[in-house]
């Protein structure tokens, strides 16, 4: 199976499990199946929120979710029924170093759920002093990149790219100076060190930035070097607020390369904390989640048709 994927790509991300149970239900590591209970049926009404999207005109083959093993419930079964794109994570949640969740019994559990998607969340700083650490989770990753391909298996690699402390006191300490001045060149070193180790990507899911020039330096890192031609990138929201998502969206969405975006806390974070606090009755919960989702893909689909990649 070649490297890449054709066609758009809009994915609802809902696969946070320890930062979930901890910032959205107060609960330690500890958990009992009462409180798995609970998380389960909140991301059941997330999910909800985009089997409506679908009644409101999104079209299942672009349309794609992001959802974990532990708290999915029978959201992922239902996601394929209705053609939804299917993602699922690898990951252990909540680490700074990418391990296995299911240790040497990764393959079978993707096996059992069968995703279109095979997702990783990876902190890989180029320039990290760690350099022992950043060898441990590309030989890793080189494992299981090996793995998806063997198995004919679509991998999709969320790319987080940390500031160092003396990346931040090279800006004065202020995040966003890092994110405009400072990370951009970051994640192309780091996509290209990812590339290097033999790590072949299909899909790569990477944080927004300011300029369209940046986003065509990224597209065009994940597509250099022979076999990836098709090789795409997806755009994730970070839980930033809607007019910096919507800013990045329109700078990516022109780029050859860009084919959507993967967007998490941004579409669900509010409605969600509304039902749990009681101020959404579950109705009117799920229905602002698919408003929000149907909102980015119509900014994304109109930043492109206004001026189409290549253009």
Known sequence: MPLGYHGKLYVLAFDHRGSFQKKWFGLGDEITQEDTDRITDAKTLIYEGLELALQQGAQPSVTGGLVDEQFGGDVPRRAKERGIKLAMPVEKSGQNEFDFQYGDDFG?????????????????????????????????????????????????????????????????????????????????????????????????????????????????????GPGREKVVCVLLGRGASDDKVDHWLRQAAPVEGFIGFAIGRSIWGDALTGYIDGSLEREAASKQVAENYLRFVKVYEDAEAAQPAGA
């Not at 063997?150 to 004065?172: I, N, S």
């Open 108 to 224: 079978a559990h993707i096996e059992k759920f069968d995703p279109d998607f095979s997702k990783v969340l990876v902190r890989y700083n180029p320039d990290d002093s760690d350099t022992e650490m950043n060898t441990r989770q590309l030989e890793r990753l080189k494992r299981l990149a090996d793995w998806l391909h063997e198995h004919d298996r679509k991998f999709l690699f969320e790319l987080l790219v940390p500031a160092t402390d003396a990346q931040l006191e090279q800006v004065g300490g202020d995040t966003d100076r890092y994110d405009a001045e400072l990370r951009p060149e970051l994640m192309r070193r780091a996509i290209a060190a990812i590339q290097d180790a033999g790590i072949e990507v299909d899909i790569w899911k990477i944080e927004g930035v300011d300029e369209r020039s940046d986003c065509e330096v990224l597209a065009q890192q994940t597509r250099s």
